[in-house]
């Protein structure tokens, strides 16, 4: 059996929102068979064979090319990450209908209008693209067998086609922390991905300047790992407050980052999720923190079921109280954390969670 992973995305290879889908993809290969992986590639079609890893370019367009695999190939799956909706779109989810595949839509954040507007920089762009998701919606509804989403308000009800997921992530190239305990007494905060306001890290800049960045008489670093246009505005502000303990690495690798979170005590989450209309932690930084056995800082509720390992701050827009996650990081039990890392890649592998899923929806 075939699926088809559709995105119309054109992503950096070393982004974290790429690498999440190609290891969804992987794990929808591994669990039907195989998995082609469809994204954009300027005005043509980058199309990656999960299985051999292979990867060619086509010029037709993503709907286009997915349109055509689908009359001509027999297909098991095809699914379709969120996208601007079009006529293109919904001609290929009857297509795909029309010739027995299982169409699953996935909604990576849901509800998102709010979080669309308020994290766009261009209101008017914002609004007209969630006015064409409007508009299309009933359609999609219509031609989908099952909505996949990750739900991000705990308020919301799920209609009758939606099958809600946790995020995950690759675990393979993970390494789990190994030392749990500060050998040069320093504190060390961290956060790693493509930041947005909703992030709420102002906050943590703010409450590094009200306690002088330190803790007890323990010196506090924050760690940013990254690149995009709220990091620049950080480091801005950073150093409009003087702060000396605050550092931006850029982009890294994952070999990297193995190395780099040995240092690192606690991993920062969203921290402003009323910015994004949210209440859920839906974050991909936060899954890889688990998977760690990092302990998690956010101002909503954790798809992690074990409290122990989750420290929870008020969701505002006061400056962080640094002194208060300090105490509540140094009051985990240890065994605690050293147990967390096996945990959440067992739950947080995209290969349970694909697999689940597919079972959920009769597929596999």
Known sequence: MDALFIT???LNENEGIYKKICAEATAIGRAVGNCRLLMKCGSGTKVV??????TTTKELDVLTFAKNCVEEDSLKVIYIRLMIPNPSLI???KAAKKHGAEVLYEIPTYPYYGEQFRASRKKYRA???IAIDALFSPF??????HIVIIKSNSKIRLHSKMVEINNGVNTEKIKSKAEYDTKDGVFRMVTVGTLFPYHGYDRVLAGLKSCNEEVYGHPVEFHVVGASQTINELKEQAQKLGLKRVAFH???TTDELNEMYEKFDVGLGCLALHRRNADIDTTLKIIEYYCRGV???TSGKSPYKNPAVTIQIPDGEDPVDIKS???EWKSIDKDELRALSEQAKKEFSWDFIMKQLLMTCGIV
């Not at 064979?49 to 292979?54: I, L, M, V």
């Open 325 to 327: 996650i300090y105490s």
């Open 91 to 93: 001609a290929l989810m």
């Open 295 to 297: 302990p998690v800082v």
């Open 250 to 252: 850029g982009m890294k």
């Open 140 to 145: 999609i509804k219509k031609y989908a067998d």
């Open 8 to 10: 119309n995305l054109e």
């Open 49 to 54: 064979d999960t299985y051999s890893g292979k």
């Open 127 to 129: 609004v007209a693209k």
